[in-house]
C-alpha cells in the first residue's frame, strides 16, 4: 500500500447507526487531517492532528468524534447523524517540518445518510 | 483569517490547446505557500503544483506552470498543450503558519477533444 488509504470508500448508513471511517498513512508524515466535501462548497477542514494530539476542531458536532491511535491511523466516527450529513469525507496527511506543508489525500469515502 | 476564491465554475478548453485558471487570496501572513490540487471524477486529490511565497521565481512542473502576482495576491495555473487526462475539478489552495490549507471553491475543467 502506498500513499494514503481510507475505507470504506463507500457507506450508506441510517441516522441511528454507528459506524466508523478509517484512514491509514503510508508515508511517514506526523500530521493528519479530516475534511468534509459537499457538492458545490469549498472543501472543510473538520480536524488536524499532529503527532497524534487533536490541534484543531472546526466546530464540528459531536456526532462525528476522531480518533487518532498513532500518527499512521486516523479514525472518524460516525453516530446519529442527519441527511445534511452525506458527503465525501476526505483523509488527508503531511509532514510537519519546515517548508513541508503540502498535504496528500486519500481517495475518500462517499458517506450516505438515510 | 485566509481566504482563497476561484472564479470560474467552469471552463473548457480544446485538446492540445492552453487554458489559465485563476484565483485570488488573502492573507496577513507574509510566508505562506499556494497550491494547485486537482480531482479528477476518480476523486483522489492530486498535488499538481505548490509555490512559496518568497520566491519570485514562477514554479513550473511540466505542462503546468503558475503566474504568481504576490502584490495582486493573484495566483493562477497556466495548462500547455492540454491532454483529455487533465479533465478534473482543480483547487487552489493556500497555507500559512498554521500549516492549514485553505481551499477555493474550485474549476471544473472539461478537455474538449
Known amino acids: 500500500e502506498t500513499g494514503v488509504t481510507q475505507t470504506p470508500r463507500h457507506l450508506v448508513m441510517g441516522m441511528t447507526n454507528k459506524k466508523s471511517l478509517k484512514c491509514e498513512q503510508h508515508l511517514g508524515h506526523n500530521a493528519m487531517y479530516w475534511y468534509k466535501q459537499s457538492a458545490k462548497k469549498p472543501l472543510e477542514l473538520m480536524f488536524v492532528y499532529n503527532f497524534k494530539e487533536q490541534t484543531e476542531n472546526n466546530s464540528v458536532p459531536s456526532r462525528f468524534s476522531p480518533e487518532c491511535p498513532n500518527s499512521s491511523h486516523l479514525f472518524l466516527h460516525l453516530h446519529t447523524l442527519q441527511p445534511e450529513d452525506s458527503a465525501l469525507y476526505l483523509c488527508?496527511?503531511?509532514?510537519?517540518?519546515?517548508?513541508?506543508?503540502?498535504?496528500?489525500f486519500g481517495p475518500g469515502t462517499r458517506l450516505t445518510v438515510t | 483569517a485566509q481566504t482563497v476564491t476561484q472564479s470560474q465554475p467552469e471552463m473548457s478548453v480544446q485538446e492540445a490547446e492552453t487554458v489559465t485558471l485563476s484565483c485570488t487570496y488573502d492573507t496577513s501572513e507574509s510566508d505562506y505557500y499556494l497550491f494547485w490540487y486537482k480531482q479528477p471524477p476518480s476523486r483522489q486529490m492530486i498535488l499538481v503544483i505548490r509555490?512559496?511565497?518568497?520566491?519570485?521565481q514562477n514554479a513550473t512542473e511540466n505542462r503546468f506552470s503558475v503566474n504568481f502576482q504576490k502584490a495582486a495576491k493573484s495566483f493562477s495555473l497556466k495548462i500547455s498543450d492540454s491532454q483529455l487526462g487533465d479533465a478534473a475539478m482543480y483547487f487552489c489552495?493556500?497555507?500559512?503558519?498554521?500549516?492549514?490549507?485553505?481551499f477555493g471553491s474550485g474549476t471544473q475543467l472539461t478537455v474538449l477533444p
Open positions: 488527508a496527511s503531511s509532514q510537519n517540518r519546515d517548508g513541508a506543508y503540502e498535504q496528500y
Open positions: 509555490q512559496e511565497a518568497y520566491k519570485q
Open positions: 489552495a493556500l497555507a500559512g503558519s498554521a500549516r492549514q490549507l485553505t
